[in-house]
């Protein structure tokens, strides 16, 4: 998202949707030192990466389409090599072999493993198989792509007590309040957290 993007709405409106994106574990907080910054979880880390893959093969689809032989290949060196990964895999799947001399500009410039990725999508543009191929190390489908559901409706999650060893709900509310504060999921039930709790205040005042 680019640096301006939400200029045109209000304080209260960028909040709100900040506020809507950790509720659905997209960022969680961090701290350097005594400052709280937001970072992505790994599942916003995965639909990030789901996106942006989508996105440069609509490109690319547009070029191909206006016939557009060769571009500079150079805006893709130096990505995340996972998004790279799932990329390729996407061109793969595609089985579009329009994209091949976008592939072979794109092989001159980049480092050696991708060019041995690229290189394998090429040849299987080039045979024209309907036997999948599977890059290594790409990443598997986050499930976000065209058509699919980035947010699905949300649950109480289940969880085990690490004193009692009981299994208590996690409501949503509770979870809303836990990533609105920046904190770990609970480790223990209500009932252990409560004793806890009373166990703490009496050590801190010398009752027991």
């Known amino acids: 998202m680019a640096y301006g993007y939400y200029r045109q709405l209000t304080i209260a409106n960028i909040t709100e949707r900040v506020d809507w994106m950790i509720k659905n574990d997209f960022p969680a907080f961090s701290w350097v030192g005594e400052m709280p910054v937001l970072v992505f979880t790994e599942r916003g880390r995965e639909i990030q990466r789901e996106q942006l893959a989508d996105l440069l093969l609509s490109q690319w689809k547009a070029w191909v389409e206006a016939g557009i032989p060769v571009v500079d290949m150079t805006y893709l060196k130096d990505h995340d090599r996972s998004m790279i990964l799932l990329f390729l895999q996407k061109i793969a799947n595609s089985r579009d072999a329009r994209c091949i001399p976008l592939l072979k500009q794109w092989e001159l410039?980049?480092?050696?493993?991708?060019?041995?990725?690229?290189?394998?999508?090429?040849?299987?543009?080039?045979?024209?198989?309907?036997?999948?191929?599977?890059?290594?190390?790409?990443?598997?489908?986050?499930?976000?792509?065209?058509?699919?559901?980035?947010?699905?409706?949300?649950?109480?999650?289940?969880?085990?007590?690490?004193?009692?060893?009981?299994?208590?709900?996690?409501?949503?509310?509770?979870?809303?309040?836990?990533?609105?504060?920046?904190?770990?999921?609970?480790?223990?039930?209500?009932?252990?957290?409560?004793?806890?709790?009373?166990?703490?205040?009496?050590?801190?005042?010398?009752?027991?």
């Open 109 to 208: 410039v980049d480092y050696r493993k991708v060019r041995h990725a690229i290189g394998q999508v090429i040849v299987h543009l080039q045979q024209g198989t309907s036997q999948p191929l599977v890059l290594k190390g790409a990443p598997v489908d986050a499930g976000v792509g065209a058509g699919k559901l980035i947010i699905g409706e949300r649950k109480s999650e289940r969880l085990k007590c690490r004193d009692c060893g009981a299994r208590f709900d996690w409501t949503v509310e509770e979870q809303d309040s836990f990533r609105m504060r920046g904190w770990d999921p609970p480790k223990r039930c209500r009932g252990c957290r409560k004793e806890r709790s009373i166990t703490r205040v009496f050590d801190f005042d010398g009752w027991i």
